[in-house]
């Protein structure tokens, strides 16, 4: 045991001292020293964004050093145009849309690329005999509109697929009632709507386009040129800070549910437990495909290669944006 | 008292009562599930009368509020309203609709005027009566909503999944639209103009369902096409959760079964376990079938089943008064059994200590135990009887025991028995031994001096042993005593005894006798014989052998029996063996007789011995032979040694 000599008091209070004169920079909490930032998610809350709702619940944001404001996104709020009003800072949406931006004219800086995988699909009922790809040819499908037809095309294109395309929006509920044989859907989240809406996953084919060569990473995180240009380290702590809340709510998920279903109930979305379930298993298989957490948030060279050499054949962008203008990744 | 835990009267009970469980058991069991089902019968009909019911009562709604739209989509495709006439039919339906909230009459983009891309006239019950609105509007494009999306691809009527409508009441709404055609048919089919529809508020379903009584606790609950909830008493489940989001979320397969059936099947009755509504519960469920909905009713299993539940109570109690009544019944049974046993038992023990007092006089029953009872006392005076009687005659055998071993003395002090006989006397020696096979004997020998030199020699055998013989061994003996007197012939004397003897034999009792008289002096032996055994004789020169004079007829049965007399004249060194048939007859435990000829040969073993040696060695020869086999008939040995006498070796 250490004697309480006078020398050894003398550096106690010295240290004390310290403590004090330097707290403000010690406590990086402070509301002083927090930069102000503000993050549309591209569609209504709900587990496709849990990692920013932990990474806020937690603190993680706070304790980067940023203040942030979520924003309820949803169709109203085209992620794109908050970003372009200045309403937000940061938002998410697909590489495909980013691209798009980026060739306007909307000089947007994709940050992270946090989806790897393509969660979209086409569900077909067995019930309307398709069983194959051949199968869909002179079916009744219902695809959305924009971004969400480009893979669909493509495919069709690749297999000679003579469709008849009936528009569809928000909800399930053409298929279920019969009004197309097959449709567009989330694997994470209209899938499970179909399943959970009475139909089986036996009564029901599932053609993923990211087996069909036409793996279109999603959800990216975008911002401004000009933010980043200004102040990279805001852009990096975010990044990081929302990779980190990611993590979190993979390894927490019944904590990283109560946040959404707390964040939904708040946009008064109609949604169950079960639902986020389902989507946050399925976001991490599209986050962290192979279970491997270095690889987060990169942007694969090959995939963005084959994401705007289909844009520009499709004559959706005109020119391809130099990767390494477009892409930054999580520093 | 103790009751010992093998005891009959437990056996009796513990099977009796385990008996009487089995059959109480399966009785109970099959009047439970019998009952069970036509409770559970009876139950499903008034479960599915009442969801029944109640479905047809929403129907009724859902089809009057379907009316509207069906009449204004008729006017619209045959006649082309100008926009104020049109509101105006609009706003006087939803007036006139006690049913509905609002209508709204959707066209096709330019389908009404040309110049307009949207135009949608929207007609509702608003705070200050009937308002009008215009829907298509930027911020609201009707184009893409599912209320006129879906019926426009469809072609057909459909009812939207419910909804909260926001804007308006904010009330729980469902709608129904119907499209209506172009006039004049074109390649195509009819070409879509327009939707029409009418919102029907649901919060009267919300409170119809609430209002319904099932059983205590039950309730009821409407579920979509889909299978969300329109209606739950948990609001926190209406249009967010499903059947299968929580079957899923459960983890209740059963549950996602029974949505299926909901959504698939017309009505139905079902056991949906506890996950869904915390306990055991049946569900019964009928279509709503406009809007393709259905109408659950929770029925909790213990409420359900209360009727058959308190009658199995009260069945369950009446078996255990049964049992309890049957233990009491049964255990006096076996008591009334086993006690007396248990007596008799403990009588049982006091008889083998020799206590033969035993009344069982109170126990007056008919039945076995009674049987066993009497017999069993029966039993014990009989002992006590035989007992007394044995008593009695062992006494008497003691005492004629006694007697006769008092005879036995008298008959052994009878014949001479002190050896050396004749101290004073060494022209010869003599020996010999009786032993009665029983108490007394009919066997004798005597020896005695007629005179100075002659000494007379008998041995005799009474036919018959014990007692009889021995009295008529003793006055055979005394007769031939008395009788015999110096010079009188031998076969005189015997003829005399005869005739004593055969005189008053009612009995017919005879005995054989040999006897001789032996001149010390000289040698001379004169010797009769009565129907004895030939005796043994050898001298120094000569081997021992029977020596075979006439045996003559036995003595005491003819009264004019004629006996024969011989003699010849001993050297020094003749020794004479008489002895009776015991010994020649002894058996051994074989069954095997001793025989002349084994006697011959142990006589010739000893023959150079001592008189008494020569007895007692042929005696003990005898009776290790006859070892484990009881003395058949008296046996006795008379040895006589002419000759200087030696002293006894031992």
């Known amino acids: 045991m250490q004697n309480f000599t006078p020398k050894y008091i003398c550096k106690f209070a010295i240290t004390i001292l310290a403590l004090l004169l ?77 691209i798009q ?82 449709m567009s859907a989330m694997w994470y989240n209209e899938y499970h709507d179909i399943l959970n809406s009475g139909l089986n996953s036996d009564d029901l084919t599932l053609f993923f386009f990211s087996r069909l060569g036409l793996n279109f990473p999603e959800d990216g995180i975008y911002c401004l040129e000009k933010t980043l240009r200004e102040d990279p380290q805001l852009c990096d702590a975010f990044v990081q800070a929302s990779i980190k809340g990611w993590l979190y709510a993979f390894e927490n998920q019944d904590y990283a549910l109560d946040i959404v279903m707390k964040h939904a109930k708040a946009a008064h979305s109609a949604t169950n437990k079960a639902h986020q379930r389902w989507m946050l298993a399925r976001m991490k298989v599209l986050i962290i495909p192979e279970g491997d957490t270095s690889g987060i948030g990169k942007l694969d060279m090959a995939d963005y290669a084959l994401v705007s050499d289909i844009l520009r054949d499709s004559r959706l962008i005109e020119r391809v944006p130099q990767y390494e203008e477009f892409y930054r990744g999580p520093k | 008292m103790m009751i010992p835990r093998s005891s009959i009267s437990l056996k009796i009970t513990v099977l009796v009562l385990c008996g009487a469980s089995i059959v109480f058991a399966m009785a109970l069991a099959y009047s439970y599930f019998y009952s069970r089902g036509i409770i559970l019968e009876e139950a499903e009909k008034r479960a599915c009368g009442l969801t029944q019911s109640v479905s047809n009562k929403i129907e009724q709604e859902f089809r009057a509020a379907a009316k509207v739209p069906k009449v204004l989509a008729a006017v619209l495709e045959t006649s082309n309203p100008d926009k104020e006439t049109l509101v105006r039919l609009v706003s006087r339906t939803v007036e006139e609709s006690r049913e509905i909230y609002g209508s709204a009459v959707a066209f096709e983009p330019h389908a009404f005027d040309k110049s307009m891309l949207r135009f949608a006239p929207y007609c509702f019950k608003g705070k200050s009566g009937i308002t009008y609105q215009q829907l298509g509007s930027e911020s ?48 195509a089919g009819p070409k879509v103009r327009g939707i029409v529809t009418a919102d029907l508020s649901l919060d009267w379903l919300t409170t119809l369902a609430r209002s319904i009584q099932v059983e205590r606790t039950g309730y009821c609950f409407i579920c979509s096409d889909t299978g969300h909830f329109v209606t739950h008493p948990n609001p926190e489940f209406v249009m967010s959760e499903s059947m299968f989001s929580l079957a899923e979320e459960l983890h209740d397969p059963m549950l996602r079964t029974v949505g299926l059936a909901m959504i698939q099947e017309e009505s139905g ?92 006089s109170d126990i007056k029953r008919e039945d076995e135990v009674g049987q066993l009872a009497r ?102 003996k005394y007769l031939i005593e008395a009788t015999a007197v110096v010079d009188e012939p031998l076969d005189l004397i015997l003829t005399r005894v005869n005739r004593h003897l055969a005189r008053n034999n009612e009995s017919y ?91 011959l040969e142990i006589v010739t073993a000893v023959r150079e011995k001592s008189v008494k040696e020569i007895t007692e060695d042929l005696l003990s020869e005898i009776s290790s032979f006859c070892v484990g086999a009881p003395q058949a008939d008296d046996i006795t040995v008379l040895a006589l040694k002419f000759g200087t006498r030696k002293p006894a070796t031992n």
């Open chain 2, 140 to 187: 609201y494009d009707y184009l893409i909503k599912d209320w006129y999306h879906i019926p426009k691809v469809l072609k057909a009527p459909v009812w939207t999944d419910p909804y909260f409508d926001e804007g308006g009441g904010n009330e729980m709404m469902t709608t129904h639209s119907r499209p209506f055609f172009e006039r004049g048919a074109s390649n």
């Open chain 1, 101 to 182: 931006q980026r060739d306007s004219g909307l000089p947007v800086v994709n940050l992270a690329q946090i989806s790897q995988r393509s969660a979209l699909i086409l569900i077909g009922k067995k019930k309307s005999g398709i069983l194959k790809a051949q199968d869909l040819n002179g079916k009744k499908i219902g695809l959305w509109p924009g971004q969400f037809r480009i893979q669909p095309k493509v495919f069709f294109e690749k297999y000679g697929l003579q469709v008849d395309i009936i528009p569809n929006y928000t909800s399930v509920s053409l298929f279920l009632k019969g009004g197309v044989d097959a």
């Open chain 2, 269 to 360: 009755f079902t056991e949906i376990g506890r996950a869904f509504s915390g306990e055991d519960a049946f569900l019964a469920y009928a279509r709503i079938p406009s809007p393709g909905w259905s109408l659950g009713a929770v029925f909790p299993k213990n409420e359900l089943l209360a009727e058959l539940n308190d009658l199995h109570k009260s069945t369950a109690l009446l078996a255990a008064g049964g049992l309890i009544l049957l233990l009491v019944v049964s255990g006096l049974v076996a008591r009334s059994i086993a006690q007396p046993l248990r007596r008799m038992a403990a009588a049982t023990a006091k008889v083998a200590h020799g206590d033969l007092d035993i009344d069982f």
């Open chain 1, 22 to 98: 330097f707290q403000p920079v010690m406590c990086p909490g402070s509301e002083s020293v927090l930069k102000k930032a503000t993050f549309c998610p591209q569609w209504i809350p709900q587990a496709q964004f849990a990692g920013y709702m932990v990474a806020l619940e937690k603190g993680f944001y706070r304790d980067a050093g940023l203040d942030l404001n979520l924003m309820v996104g949803g169709p109203e709020k085209p992620a794109f145009v908050t970003l372009e009003s200045g309403e937000a800072t940061f938002c998410t949406d697909w590489l495909s849309s980013g």
């Open chain 2, 375 to 476: 017999s069993f006392s029966r039993m014990a005076q009989d002992l006590k009887k035989y007992i007394k009687d044995l008593t009695e005659t062992t006494a008497a055998k003691q005492r004629i025991e006694s007697e006769l071993s008092i005879a036995a003395n008298i008959q052994k002090s009878m014949l001479p028995s002190v050896f050396p006989a004749f101290p004073d006397r060494d022209e010869f020696d003599i020996y010999a031994v009786m032993h009665p096979a029983k108490e007394v004997g009919g066997d004798f020998y005597d020896f005695f001096f007629l005179d100075g030199d002659h000494l007379c020699v008998v041995i005799g055998d009474v036919s018959g042993k014990g007692v009889p013989a021995a009295l008529f061994m003793t006055v055979t």
């Open chain 2, 509 to 599: 009792m005879f005995v054989t006798i040999f006897m001789g008289v032996l001149n010390v002096k000289t040698g001379e032996f004169v010797y009769a014989n009565g129907g004895h055994n030939s005796p043994l004789l050898w001298d120094e020169d000569n081997p021992p052998s029977f020596f075979g004079p006439p045996k003559g007829p036995v003595v005491g049965i003819m009264d004019d029996a004629e006996f024969t007399m011989d003699r010849l004249t001993f050297t020094p060194g003749t020794v004479l063996l008489a002895y009776t048939d015991g010994v020649t007859e002894a058996f051994s435990a074989e069954g095997n007789a001793f025989s002349d000829e084994r006697l």
